[in-house]
């Protein structure tokens, strides 16, 4: 047998800088991948190695590319396809999943791809004989625990802010129970962002990144001139010290990697969270100074109904109730094995200055584009 990795979710927000951490460190890779209505799945990951490749100004070799669905038995691949994974690898990077918040059902989204893809997946490396696996969980399997959490807790009678924290740590429930592994390392991110250095992603469709786009629509409709500073007239319910895991996809996926090559460092839960995580008054700062925005104040929330709010609070508030459950503190996480793991990998602080990065990247190479 060979040493290729299997990674799924290649072509996602952090499977893309999985796949360019693994081709850097000259790991043979196959991915299965689905097509999309303008491209091939083998046209879908070249061209994601052709960015990586004039990044490093390297030339990478493509993967081996298999077009199949996750959501489908055996990924939707055929019995060649199924010999080739026999003969050819030996490790899995199960990354594939879905962000949605919340489903109607258990047959939609984020349970379709969160629990029967990942049985699909498992099932798939068991036919085979797949034995090595690095799950992608999060670290909000931790519900709505607001302590200290460590990375051996999973279960611990907690509640759930949404379905997809509970889908996620019943994800990891069945990786656990999967008898046929030899090796099972969990990594749990906490919110992932884009590239500390460049602000680059490759999605815009979660967490901070709709915030931003909001305030980005909001300015372009009150802004009368470039020059002009927006008045935002609205509260936000927030004291400013509130704690956001934030942790950027370069060193998350830096680090996994390092772990993945590394079997030594195997059969470990590993939390990819902050050193020190960013008070929600930078978040603020950073998105107000970036849009040159006024008349936002923070209010706690003891204080917020002592006046009425304000249509444009309102308009803000009907945007943000998906997200609401999350504005509050958040927990701590223990994030031992980690740091042992990974010493020698700069954490890059999520600071005004690299929210700032994640802003323009975000307005100037995605929203305007969207627009046109």
């Not at 046929?180 to 500390?196: E, K, M, N, Q």
């Not at 999605?203 to 300015?219: A, P, T």
């Not at 007239?233 to 996809?249: W, Y």
């Not at 008349?295 to 945007?319: A, H, R, W």
């Amino acid at each position: 047998m060979d040493n290729y990795i299997l990674l799924t979710g290649a072509t996602g927000f952090l499977g893309q800088f999985l796949l360019h951490r693994l081709l850097r460190a000259d790991v043979p890779i196959a991915v299965v991948a689905r097509s999309s209505p303008a491209q091939s799945a083998k046209e879908r990951i070249a061209a994601i190695v052709g960015r990586c490749s004039d990044e490093d100004q390297r030339d990478y070799p493509t993967p081996v590319c298999f077009t199949g669905d996750l959501t489908t038995p055996d990924l939707g691949i055929d019995e060649f396809a199924l010999d080739w994974f026999r003969e050819h690898c030996n490790a899995c990077i199960h990354n594939a999943a879905s962000i949605r918040f919340h489903g109607k059902d258990r047959e939609r989204e984020p349970w379709r791809s969160n629990i029967g893809g990942t049985e699909n997946v498992l099932h798939f490396c068991d036919e085979v004989e797949i034995a090595n696996f690095h799950h992608v969980s999060t670290a909000y399997v931790c519900g709505d625990r607001r302590d200290h959490v460590m990375e051996s807790d999973l279960e611990v009678g907690q509640g759930y802010e949404n379905d997809y924290e509970q889908s996620k740590l019943e994800a990891e429930e069945l990786v656990r129970e999967a008898e046929f592994l030899d090796s099972l390392t969990v990594h749990r991110p906490a919110v992932v962002i884009g590239d500390s250095r460049t602000g680059f992603t490759s999605s815009v469709d979660f967490g901070l990144y709709q915030y931003i786009q909001f305030v980005w629509q909001q300015c372009g409709q009150l802004r009368q001139s470039p020059d002009d500073r927006v008045h935002f007239p609205m509260r936000l319910r927030l004291s400013g010290d509130e704690k956001r895991n934030l942790v950027t996809a370069d060193w998350v996926s830096d680090v996994m990697v390092k772990i993945v090559t590394h079997p030594e460092l195997h059969n470990q839960t590993y939390h990819l969270t902050p050193k020190t995580p960013t008070p929600s008054r930078d978040v603020f700062e950073a998105i107000s100074d970036y849009f040159r925005i006024d008349g936002v104040e923070l209010v706690e929330k003891g204080n917020f109904n002592e006046k009425p709010g304000t249509e444009f609070e309102k308009l803000f508030y009907d945007f943000a109730d998906t997200f609401e459950a999350y504005w509050g503190d958040e927990p701590t996480f223990d994030r031992s094995n980690t740091a042992a793991a990974a010493p020698e990998i700069p954490y890059p602080q999520v600071d005004q200055a690299c929210i700032k990065r994640m802003i323009e990247f975000a307005v100037n190479h995605v929203f305007e584009k969207q627009a046109v």
